[in-house]
Each structure stands twice: as C-alpha cells, then as structure tokens.
C-alpha cells in the first residue's frame, strides 16, 4: 500500500546539521509532489513547503528559506529535508507528506495523503 | 501573510453536533482540506476538495463552503473523535498552503 517511512529521532546540538529521510513504497515516486510539514511541540501544523519530485524545483514557504533545504534521490524513491545551523526553536516533529494534486471544473486542487509518520528533532546543549 | 482562522476549542456531548469553522478571505477561490489529528498520531485527512469524504471515512463527518467560511460538521459526536482538527488550503497567489491554526474538540 502507499506509505512513507521517516527516519529515526535525532538529538543534535545548535548550530550542528540533520537530514531527514522519508522514503516512498506503493507508488510512482515522481508523480506526486512532496510536502514538509513542522509541528513545534503543543503547537499546530505548519507547511514548510514542497518539492517538485518530477523536476526537484523546491517551494520554501516564508519563514524556512536559507537553512532549510529538499532534496530527491529518485532512483530510492526518497525526499530529504536539511536544516543547517540548528536552532533550540528548530525542536519539532517533521513530517513529510505526499501531494495529491490535479485540476478539475473549478481549478487546481492538492491535498496532503498520506503523511509520514514523522521525525522528532531536538536540538538541546 | 495570509491566514486561516479556526476557534482553538470546541466541545460537545456524545451524540451531539460538532461544527468547527475556517475562515479565510480566499476559501472562495481554493479548496479546503480538513484533517484530523489524535495525540502522539500523523494527521489523516477527513474531508477534502471542501465537501468531499476519503473511502473509510465515517458519514458524520461532512464539509460545507459558504463564502470566505468553511464548516466541518460532526454528526451524533463519538468519544474517539475527540482530536485536533485543522484545516488546510491556499493563499491568495495560490502558491503557497496553509493551515489553520487548529481546533480542540472534546467529547464531554
């Protein structure tokens, strides 16, 4: 069935680096998009942004430009997120989640389905 | 930047109706997607293109669009609703998506 598979928790400390897999299985990888998504602890979900797994052209939404960086290995069928120059504020659950997206009468749609299950970064001296 | 306003908590007796809005000034152009996440869980979506339901998703959950406001609807609530709902869609360049900022729902 499709699903993503997220890479194990990680304790770094500021100003050190982490990268983030999530690995694809049940569909074409490069058919749909694939979202970030961060959730800070107690707090909501908020979209990083996305990439495109066709032509690995990355959307960051304000807020995660400079240190956050997607990235594509298609041939494993993975997407990975960097974030460089970690920060205690960095401390969440990353998850990724594929973009179902098309057109239909009434324009462009894209949802998120299904989601990883996520990847919790603690960053702490 | 732009911005998708949900109350942060809502609650309801067993059985009863749950609505749980999102409001944005471009819901008229771009669809809503709405999500249901349970602690410690990834979150699932629960309706999405404004009013329609994923297969397994239970009948009482229903969407509705009216204008710059969306409406989750929760019919005859059961305790293992009780979660965080947030809704999603996309702002005015309908580049960017965004969430709302999520709602409590406790089954009382």
């Known amino acids: 069935q499709v699903q993503l598979v997220q890479s194990g928790s990680e304790l770094k400390k500021p100003g050190a680096s982490v990268k983030i897999s999530c690995s694809a299985a049940?569909?074409?990888?490069?058919?749909?998009?694939m979202n970030w998504v961060r959730q800070a602890p107690g707090q909501g979900l908020e979209w990083m942004g996305w990439?495109?797994?066709?032509?690995?052209?990355?959307t960051y939404a304000q807020g995660f430009t400079g240190r956050f960086v997607f990235s594509l290995d298609t041939s494993v069928s993975t997407a990975y997120l960097q974030i460089s120059g970690l920060k205690a504020e960095d401390t969440a659950i990353y998850y990724c989640?594929?973009?179902?997206?098309?057109?239909?009468?009434?324009?462009?749609?894209?949802?998120?389905?299904?989601w990883g299950q996520g990847t919790l970064v603690t960053v702490s001296s | 930047s732009y911005e998708l306003t949900q109350p942060p908590s809502v609650s309801v007796s067993p059985g009863q109706t749950a609505r749980i809005t999102c409001s944005g000034d471009?819901?008229?152009?771009?669809?809503v997607y709405w999500y249901q996440q349970k602690p410690g869980q990834a979150p699932v979506v629960i309706i999405y293109?404004?009013?329609e339901r994923p297969s397994g998703i239970p009948e009482r959950f229903s969407g509705s669009s009216s204008g710059t406001i969306v409406t989750l609807t929760i019919s005859g609530v059961q305790a293992e609703d009780e979660a965080v709902y947030y809704c999603?869609?996309?702002?005015?360049?309908?580049?960017?998506?965004?969430f709302g900022g999520g709602t409590k729902l406790t089954v009382l």
């Open positions: 049940g569909y074409t990888f490069t058919t749909y998009g």
């Open positions: 990439i495109n797994t066709n032509t690995g052209d990355p």
């Open positions: 293109k404004d009013i």
């Open positions: 999603l869609s996309t702002d005015n360049s309908g580049t960017y998506r965004v």
């Open positions: 471009a819901l008229p152009d771009h669809y």
């Open positions: 989640a594929r973009d179902l997206y098309g057109y239909d009468s009434s324009g462009h749609y894209s949802w998120f389905d299904p």
